[in-house]
């Protein structure tokens, strides 16, 4: 080894230097391939659906996790993805549209949800009591929440969904993030389903 030193002109210490600054070069791209694995798989978590193609709704049957009887008069539609407004990059949400007997109380609404979310979970969903223009609601809703351009806008329909919009249910409100929940069509949290 020492006429390799002598060979080269380089001495010990150089060489050893060389070694250190490569494997701390070696252990950084680790570290960063790894973290950006971690971010990637951290995404897919939020990230519930693919890309659509288009700004449409994109149709979706999903089984129920569990065999739960429903209350009589309730209808499943299909779901729908739309891009997620408030978060950066493309993330997308897939909802599932409810529709419900008319002249729900509150705490049927309440009960009702509990049993959604126990035959989907972790699904975020909209209820109405009424289905007659909620292809135009959902169209609405894709648009206002375009990031793309692409979805065509379609008049709001302020009056029906005043009367039918009852609520959602989702992982968001005005007061908690983050724990899965029945809220009004504003917003505001009304009852936890957790």
């Given at each position: 080894m020492r006429n390799y030193y002598r060979r080269t002109g380089q001495t010990e210490g150089l060489l050893r230097v060389?070694?250190?600054r490569r494997t701390a070069l070696l252990l950084i791209w680790v570290l960063a391939a790894f973290s950006s694995m971690l971010l990637a798989s951290c995404r897919a978590e939020v990230t519930p659906a693919a890309k659509p193609s288009s700004a449409e709704p994109v149709s979706r049957v999903v089984s129920p996790k569990k065999a739960v009887t429903l209350p009589a008069g309730v209808e499943i539609l299909e779901d729908y993805t739309r891009n997620?407004?408030?978060?950066?990059?493309d993330v997308y949400w897939v909802w599932k549209v409810v529709i419900?007997?008319?002249?729900l109380s509150r705490s049927q609404l309440?009960?009702?949800s509990r049993q959604l979310f126990a035959a989907y979970p972790e699904k975020r969903m909209r209820i109405f009591d009424d289905k007659a223009q909620v292809a135009q609601w959902v169209q609405r809703d894709v648009y206002l929440n375009d990031k793309s351009g692409k979805a065509r806008e379609v008049a709001f329909p302020?009056?029906?969904a005043r009367e039918h919009h009852l609520g959602n249910i989702h992982e968001r409100s005005d007061s908690a993030v983050g724990r899965?929940?029945?809220v009004s069509r504003f917003g505001e949290h009304i009852a936890f389903l957790e």
């Open positions: 060389k070694f250190v997620n407004l408030f978060e950066t990059g419900v007997p008319k002249g309440i009960d009702f302020e009056d029906w899965w929940q029945v």
